[in-house]
């Protein structure tokens, strides 16, 4: 019998846990090479075959190992692999094995029955936006795979391009072809959360054990500008931010639209919400210790401002609360407003942030108008600057690998297609999620009206549970927050950026949604 979810995604973290512990162990010579091997490899297997059987727990696992990725490693007899993707292997290789069990297990279709024409399951792709945004992500593929032929430095492009590109937009191809495709976005944002979580608690503790004055190994924070910044499973405090950002905007949809519509009348189903608040806590706190001006300068607002958009009726409470919640960054940070790190935030002087940052700019501009067309290639942005377009004031800096800026980064990674494409995937998840919004608050309804005496049946209850979650406000703001953010930082060429993008596409056309429950069609429930 298949385990509950839960006792499986619980014995998938010790696992994981017990797999990265040999790392540690191999090092400090406690035990034998054989014994850490055996155990690197009985843990692997066993991970994989408990994943092979919860394909929708292996979905949630590759989205809570994503702040992980550069920090942390699953081992195999020894040697390191990256957390990201051995579960997106076995998130691929759980699925391939259910499918092949329902296809054995499915009766054969009758003569009359092949002569009405393809079966039910291709109905699943009949929604126009979801096939162009569809499209639009395999024409990414395209082109990136293209831009390595003219790219300078091979090695790096061909590593981004696998790690950065194909895999996550494996791991989206999972989530659209999911049996249940609100389900399997959900696990993925529970995933979000849950690894989230841990990574704001891992940072706070560097920041505890660096205030603290104690070395403990994998714990620290970053003295800089008079501050103490959190790192987490990072090498840099704005990374922790650009990730624990897009989960914020989850759990922040949860807490405020959670079990309700834009009315503000309770919906049926409240279940994520107590468990997302909880996890808040660290997260909102590790945000503010990580002092990233992109956060509270763009990626704050911007979520309070698409919160206050999509509330209806609500609307006077949700400006409230974002009000409220700009008030509240705004005490933490008063303390710490003497320090060049609050108070240099808007001066463009040499030697200051702001500065550096308009003169990358201008440089990236000088390398898209050089390459406009084709671009540098993937992940190679840093040997052209470092090597020809760093201006001489800031050249301490010339080791930036991207240009701080969603715009310049697309165009001088890709060139103008693939800035093109970039565009127009935004403008495709904007469309989805105004659709999906509605399609939650028409639910909501629809449930509210079943909760008066209405009877219901197994789609009407699945419906319902459908309904009490804000699934569609919550991708809406990850996709609101890459982008307001990505305007002074990395927007997606990164592991877990890209991955995070490809889960809010996913979960908005998922809760977009509004056709017969998939389980009518008689698929596999994955």
Known sequence: ????????????????????????????????????????????????????????????????????????????????????????????????????AASANRPPRLPDEAAVGPAPTLRRAADPLGRSLDALAAGLAVWATLSIAWSEHRAPALYQWRTVIVEP?????????????????????????????????????????????????????????????????????????????????????????????????????????RAYALAGIPIAAALVATFSRGLIVAGVPALALTFVAVSGRRARRALAGAVATLAVVAVLLAPFAGTPRVRDTFRLEPGTTLYIRVRLWQSAVEMARDHPWLGVGLDNFLYHY???????????????????????????????????????????????????????????????????????TPASAAADAAAGSPLAVAALGMQVYAVAHGLVDNSFFLVDLAAVWWIGQAALLAAADDGADDAAYGQPHL
């Open 386 to 456: 470092r090597d020809v377009y760093v201006r001489r004031d800031v050249i301490q800096d010339g080791s930036l690998n991207h240009p701080h800026n969603w715009l310049l980064d697309w165009w001088t990674r890709l060139g103008l297609p693939g800035l093109v494409v970039w565009l127009a995937l935004a403008l495709g998840n904007a469309r989805a999620g105004r659709r999906a919004v509605r399609a939650w608050d028409r639910r909501t309804t629809v449930a509210r009206a079943r909760a008066d005496g209405s009877p219901q």
């Open 169 to 273: 937009l494996v791991y989206y191809a999972l989530l659209r072809t999911a049996a249940d495709r609100r389900a399997a976005a959900q696990a993925a944002a529970d995933g979000l959360v849950l690894g989230g979580a841990v990574a704001a608690v891992w940072g706070l503790a560097g920041v505890a054990a660096a205030l603290a004055g104690v070395s403990v190994a994998g714990l620290s924070g970053v003295s800089a500008e008079g501050v103490v910044r959190a790192l987490g499973p990072y090498g840099s405090p704005n990374n922790l931010a650009l990730f624990l950002g897009r989960v914020a905007a989850v759990i922040a949809a949860y807490v405020v639209f959670g079990g309700t519509g834009m009315d503000g009348v309770r919906g049926p189903n409240n279940t994520c919400r």
């Open 1 to 100: 019998a298949r385990l509950p979810a839960r006792t499986a995604a619980v014995l998938a973290g010790a696992l994981g846990v017990a797999n990265v512990a040999t790392g540690p162990l191999a090092a400090s010579g406690l035990a034998p090479p054989w014994l850490v091997a055996a155990v690197s490899v009985t843990t692997l297997a066993a991970l994989a075959w408990l994943l092979a059987g919860q394909p929708r727990v292996a979905l949630g696992a590759v989205a809570a190992a994503l702040p992980f990725n550069y920090g942390l490693a699953l081992r195999l007899a020894g040697r390191p692999i990256s957390p990201v993707e051995l579960l997106v292997a076995l998130a691929v290789a759980g699925r391939a094995a259910a499918w092949c």
